[in-house]
């Protein structure tokens, strides 16, 4: 009985840890796509200028 417990801690530890890295993973993912998308904006906003700069 023993080992079972131990392999299901350890299961139910790794399981755990393997959400937590997720989580941190996809928060870095979607920090990215906000940087990348803030970038965009200041590209569409600088092309604007020019334009509106041209007229």
């Known amino acids: 009985m023993t080992t079972n417990k131990?392999?299901?801690l350890a299961i139910i530890i790794g399981?755990?840890?393997l959400i937590w890295f997720l989580l941190l993973k996809s928060k870095n993912i979607i920090e990215i796509i906000n940087k990348?998308?803030?970038k965009n904006l200041d590209?569409?906003?600088d092309e604007l200028d020019l334009k509106?700069?041209?007229n």
């Open 52 to 54: 509106v700069g041209d």
């Open 6 to 8: 131990i392999i299901g």
């Open 43 to 45: 590209e569409i906003e």
């Open 15 to 17: 399981g755990y840890g």
């Open 36 to 38: 990348k998308e803030l």
